[in-house]
């Protein structure tokens, strides 16, 4: 079993920055691909970014590649996803998940941990 925790959502202008964090409970943190997803309002979640378990590979959602750059700190059980250059259309929750597939898989299964969600909002 893993647990996931987001943080570091927020009310943000235009074209600021926002980093979120996703702190994993167990100790075999290392051994997961994890991945980072959103659900706009009034729409359906969506893949934004993954990297897998060595941390060599990343994926990202041709919408937010160049501004966001999905990490992981594998000593602190956690990953990260930093925003750059934010829009109003980022507008999301946004959740962590993890899973033993590969990164590029996360991109279209299903994981199978979920954190609770950490809601970001993009004023213009």
């Known amino acids: 079993q893993v647990q996931l925790v987001e943080s570091g959502g927020g009310l943000v202008q235009a074209g600021d920055s926002l980093r979120l964090s996703c702190v994993a409970s167990g100790r075999t943190f290392s051994r997961y691909s994890m991945g980072w997803f959103r659900q706009p309002p009034g729409k359906e979640r969506e893949f934004v970014g993954a990297?897998?378990?060595?941390?060599?590979?990343?994926y990202y959602a041709d919408s937010v590649t160049g501004r966001f750059t999905v990490s992981r700190d594998d000593v602190k059980n956690t990953c990260y996803l930093q925003m750059n250059s934010l829009k109003p259309e980022d507008t999301a929750v946004y959740y962590c998940?993890?899973?033993?597939?590969?990164?590029?898989?996360?991109?279209?299964?299903?994981?199978?941990?979920w954190g609770q969600g950490t809601q970001v909002t993009v004023s213009s």
């Open positions: 990297i897998n378990w060595s941390g060599g590979s990343t």
């Open positions: 998940a993890a899973d033993k597939t590969t990164a590029s898989a996360l991109r279209v299964t299903d994981p199978d941990y």
